[in-house]
């Protein structure tokens, strides 16, 4: 049995250069977008490490890139592999899998998202847990969404969508008001899986937000990437 109410699952991908963040290639090789995404990921896992509202969870793909995971995760995480055909198949699989552990509030969020305040991950879960049968979204700047979080497994919410596009969000939220589900939105924020992407970061950058990008700021300055002076950012 879990020893808290939350858990808060981060699904991310082995940094196989080839395997993500592919849409930053060119200008960047394959070898440099994995780089980045290994960068962007620790620095979240760094992060997630020092959360004690929830039991923490690390969702990996691909299936036999556990210990690929485990090294950058350690034993603060529990490891489930993601299982399922395509996006919306993989987190209900995990949401229902998390709540059938005993756990009352179900968060799952993106691996690359860097900064992301834990203030916004703990308004997520102060909203589940004030209200029965509740969804909480996270909007991204590309029209879907960062982090979902549910209390109750609810698997239509994600069947028979369609996925990356800029119409995620509008979709899900128009297939919660057609199901009559409460829901809540969450400030937004943004990942990075395009140049205009590393834009938007080095206008965001703040002394809080640098201390928590370490890794990431390192690695776009090896890349030779334009942060924090704004502009074509590679």
Not at 77 to 101: I, N, T
């Amino acid at each position: 049995m879990p020893t808290r109410a939350n858990a808060l699952a981060i699904m991310a991908k082995a940094p196989i250069p080839g395997g993500v963040k592919t849409r930053l290639v060119p200008p960047l090789t394959c070898e440099q977008a994995a780089e980045l995404y290994r960068a962007v990921l620790e620095d979240q896992l760094e992060q997630l490490a020092g959360v004690e509202f929830a039991e923490r969870y690390l969702a990996y793909a691909p299936a036999d890139c556990e210990a690929a995971l485990r090294a950058l995760g350690g034993a603060v995480f529990g490891y489930l592999p993601q299982r399922g055909a395509d996006l919306g198949k993989r987190m209900e699989s995990l949401c229902v899998d998390l709540l059938g552990f005993g756990h009352r509030n179900v968060i799952i969020m993106g691996s690359d998202l860097p900064g992301l305040p834990m203030e916004v991950v703990g308004e997520a879960f102060t909203k589940l847990s004030s209200a029965a049968e509740h969804v909480v979204l996270g909007p991204s700047r590309d029209g879907g969404y960062y982090l979902i979080g549910m209390n109750h497994p609810r698997r239509e919410v994600f069947a028979d969508m369609t996925w990356s596009h800029d119409r995620v969000l509008a979709q899900t939220i128009a297939r919660l008001e057609q199901l009559d589900i409460p829901y809540s939105l969450l400030p937004a924020w943004f990942d990075l899986d395009r140049l205009e992407d590393l834009d938007h970061l080095a206008k965001k950058i703040t002394p809080a937000l640098r201390s928590r990008l370490r890794r990431t700021l390192v690695c776009l300055e090896n890349l030779g990437c334009q942060v924090p002076s704004a502009g074509r950012s590679c």
